[in-house]
């Protein structure tokens, strides 16, 4: 009876990737069918992939539940977004759900924070330059650095909270942040002036920053990609 004990938690994480492996393979699987039967005119799949390309969110939010419950919170929000495009692209609902979708990635990074932040402690760092990456999941870190330069920052399917309010830049930083259905936030000191230099895709970048007036302040410049997702400077 112990060794079965031992043995189910193993056997059903087994058993739910192998769940994963099949639904993912069929689902591409059957999408190179359907372009075979549109290259083949049997089946005008091309036609039916404008209307229904969103259950995309759907299947993904869902197999992301499947691996891990902990996840429940992005699964709503993309199962969500899923549901609404599908809705706007029948005609039923007549929504501009790409200016919402950010702000909604935004609220779900918070939440995620709060419920995680008795398991996931700040990261403290010192180092000039950060490297942080978020993947299904929330990541909160504090930088003390006397000479800030910078780094990069990623957030797919997760998000990021980067506290830069003790950290210095002698003149000039640069920090290059990605995002795909994602969110970042970042906090920085009062006397920062912050340059947004990123290119987004369905998504945005907001500064709350108060921002220096002084030419002479300190720049941080944030640069990258933001798909699917938000980025928010605040003091």
Do not use: H
């Not at 372009?35 to 259950?55: C, G, N, T, V």
């Amino acid at each position: 009876m112990i060794i079965l004990k031992a043995k189910l938690p193993c056997y059903y994480y087994v058993m739910k990737q192998t769940i994963i492996r099949i639904v993912t393979g069929l689902i591409i699987i059957g999408a190179g069918v359907g372009a075979l039967f549109d290259a083949m005119d049997i089946l005008p799949f091309w036609s039916y992939f404008k209307e229904w390309w969103p259950l995309g969110f759907i299947i993904v939010a869902i197999l992301m539940l499947v691996s891990n419950v902990r996840n429940f919170i992005w699964s709503i929000a993309l199962f969500t977004v899923g549901v609404l495009l599908v809705l706007n692209n029948l005609d039923i609902t007549d929504v501009n759900l790409f200016s919402l979708i950010w702000p909604v990635i935004i609220i779900a990074i918070g939440l995620s924070i709060l419920i995680n932040k008795t398991t996931k402690p700040r990261n403290i760092s010192s180092s000039d330059e950060d490297s942080i990456a978020a993947v299904f999941g929330g990541l909160e870190n504090s930088n003390k650095s006397s000479n800030y330069q910078g780094g990069k920052v990623s957030a797919f399917f997760g998000g990021v909270v980067l506290d830069l309010r003790d950290a210095k830049i002698q003149k000039q930083a640069t920090l290059n942040v990605s995002t795909l259905c994602g969110g970042i936030e970042i906090k920085v000191p009062r006397d920062w002036r912050v340059q947004s230099n990123v290119f987004p895709i369905l998504g945005g970048i907001e500064n709350k920053s108060e921002g220096s007036k002084d030419s002479k302040s300190p720049v941080l410049i944030i640069t990258g990609n933001i798909m699917l997702g938000g980025v928010e400077v605040k003091t």
